[in-house]
């Protein structure tokens, strides 16, 4: 997973503060830059898709690391 433009550390952040940084980083980025969120919110795993769903984004896939989540999403029009 390394293809992406702009990166998110939400680690140590909770519910809903990953979601509601990803909406604020996505706001700067051209539709379809794809943003990487690095978080440790376990639920960030329901947050970030559904986030996604509703705002109109594509959900690219969640991986795991040591310690957090990677979750990819690429920024509807």
Known sequence: MSDF????????????LPVLKARK???ALA?????????DDPAAIIDV?????QAG????GQSQ?????IY?????S
């Open 72 to 76: 990819l999403l690429r920024k509807g």
């Open 49 to 53: 898709p559904h986030f996604c769903s």
């Open 25 to 27: 980083r996505l706001k």
């Open 31 to 39: 539709p379809g830059a794809v943003l990487q969120i690095l978080a």
């Open 65 to 69: 690391a040591e310690g957090h989540q």
């Open 5 to 16: 433009d702009a990166t998110l550390d939400a680690i140590g952040l909770l519910c809903p």
């Open 57 to 60: 984004h594509e959900f690219l």
